[in-house]
């Protein structure tokens, strides 16, 4: 059973900063792609920042600047670094792996709060 398990939510005021953890139960290769999402009450989940196996990364125009996704292959980590965090950053962040067996994988979601 593939797992990914977040960590590193919380509570942070406007400005400051957080990083995610993804970790996944295999390796991390065994996924094509990558990503952190976002969801708030009443919104549909909205993708954040994606990375390829490849380690090319995609980004949501909002957080462009101030969000950094990288991945670890050895310790089959995946991070999302966010600095300059908003209230509107506030959310659910989940952790999301498309396999090469073709599922998609999701975390049990971490809470992020930025108060302003």
């Known amino acids: 059973q593939v797992q990914l398990v977040e960590s590193g939510g919380g509570l942070v005021q406007a400005g400051g900063s957080l990083r995610l953890s993804c970790a996944a139960s295999?390796?991390?290769?065994?996924?094509?792609?990558m990503a952190w999402y976002r969801q708030t009450p009443g919104k549909q989940r909205e993708l954040v920042a994606g990375?390829?196996?490849?380690?090319?990364?995609n980004y949501q125009d909002s957080v462009k600047g101030r969000s950094t996704i990288s991945r670890d292959n050895v310790k089959n980590m995946v991070y999302l670094q966010m600095n300059s965090l908003k209230p509107e950053d506030t959310a659910v962040y989940y952790c999301?792996?498309?396999?090469?067996?073709?599922?998609?994988?999701w975390g049990q979601g971490t809470q992020v709060t930025v108060s302003s």
């Open positions: 295999e390796n991390i290769f065994s996924f094509v792609f």
């Open positions: 990375i390829a196996k490849g380690g090319s990364a």
């Open positions: 999301n792996g498309v396999h090469i067996d073709g599922r998609n994988y």
